[in-house]
């Protein structure tokens, strides 16, 4: 009599399981539901923007603003008129909360997450005034002779200790936050960010070089020019700026580069080339194109004995959607992240072949959405 193999999932994890997934989809459904309605969907993006100064808004109205963008993003890309009304009319309405001075530091920063984590581009007019701003940045900072710099060098202190040591994850804790702060005050505080000497902000001053916003450029390199005054530029710092000057298409921001890697050099700093571990491809699955012009790649890789899989979402007229890089335990479970991609192909795999490649270590490669 053969034994019935005994899953290895406790029916009360899996419950739990179901029952989390399901609650998700309930959610999902309802901000479906609230993009087409607009009016709706405009008090909850001023109840969120209207936040008092020092105090931060509720969770689940910033969820359901998050996966109600969400909603609206996916229907306009996909043709429905319900997405672009619903972005059009929250966007209008958060200018006219600007322009009537009625949207806080706060709401602001609360907005501007929901929009980034939803995939939407931010809206220029989310940022409030610099007056209002610089207040309320003075509120946070301690003592009596307050400063929107010490301010700002508390943010910076808060942050590394949320954070932790993922750089990838400091990037996309500023990526939530800059464009709800003011022109000057982005400025300002990636310079601090980029001059500070922990080192987890020395890899991020270099991605904030190609970053779309000037003001974060700006004070990118104006802060590793701070760090290289300071003596505390690294070698590999400096190779890295040498391989993104080829990148950066700010004529500005490249002029002023090379004048900081040539005074770098001069002063013995030399340029450390990073080596890459080479990373063997074991098998490669795709996606057709869906209806939305989205396609999904899923890579496996191993090096020695360990193995990762890379997942690739590809979207046209956007580029890479999303891209990570998670670790395996074993080939079954690297297996198992293919599945979803090959039962789209009718398991037609496009590539099963060994060869080596160079893969970047990093973990995340970019983050433009938070998967559910």
Not at 67 to 92: H, I, P, W
Not at 165 to 180: I, K, R, Y
Not at 190 to 212: G, H, I, K, M
């Amino acid at each position: 009599m053969v034994k019935k193999k005994k899953s290895s999932t406790p029916p009360t994890s899996q419950a739990n399981s179901d029952s989390n997934r399901l609650f998700h989809e309930m959610k999902v459904e309802a901000a479906r539901a609230l993009a087409m309605d607009p009016q709706n969907v405009l008090a909850l993006a001023q109840a969120i923007a209207s936040t008092a100064t020092g105090s931060d808004p509720e969770d689940e109205l910033c969820e359901l603003l998050t996966l109600t963008l969400d909603q609206a993003r996916m229907a306009q890309e996909s043709g429905q008129r319900f997405g672009t009304e619903c972005l059009d009319a929250v966007s209008r309405h958060l200018a006219a909360l600007s322009g009537k001075n009625a949207l806080t530091l706060g709401g602001g920063i609360a907005i501007t997450r929901c929009y980034v984590r939803a995939g939407v581009p931010v809206p220029e007019h989310l940022a409030p005034d610099e007056h209002t701003a610089m207040e309320a940045a003075s509120s946070l900072s301690i003592g009596e002779d307050a400063h929107p710099e010490a301010a700002f060098a508390t943010i910076l202190d808060e942050v590394i200790t949320a954070v932790g040591d993922d750089p990838s994850m400091l990037h996309q804790t500023f990526a939530e936050v800059l464009p709800g702060i003011p022109v000057v005050g982005r400025r300002m505080l990636c310079r601090l960010a980029a001059t500070n000497p922990d080192w987890r902000f020395e890899p991020l001053a270099c991605a904030w070089l190609l970053d779309p916003s000037e003001p974060v450029r700006s004070g990118a390199i104006e802060g590793l020019g701070d760090r290289l005054a300071a003596g505390i530029l690294s070698a590999q710092a400096l190779g890295r700026l040498a391989i993104l000057k080829t990148w950066i298409v700010d004529k500005s921001v490249r002029r002023r580069l090379d004048t900081l890697v040539r005074h770098a050099i001069r002063s013995g700093i030399a340029p450390d080339q990073e080596t890459v571990s080479p990373y063997r491809i074991v098998g490669c699955v795709s996606s057709p194109i869906d209806g939305a012009g989205a396609q999904s790649l899923a890579i496996a890789l191993q090096k020695g004995r360990t193995r990762s899989i890379a997942l690739i979402l590809l979207k046209q007229e956007f580029g890479i959607k999303d891209a990570y890089i998670a670790p395996c335990a074993s080939a079954a479970s690297c297996n198992r992240f293919q599945v979803p991609v090959r039962m789209a192909t009718s398991r037609r795999t496009i590539c099963r072949q060994s060869w080596t490649s160079h893969w970047p270590t990093a973990s995340r490669t970019t983050r433009t959405r938070h998967p559910a």
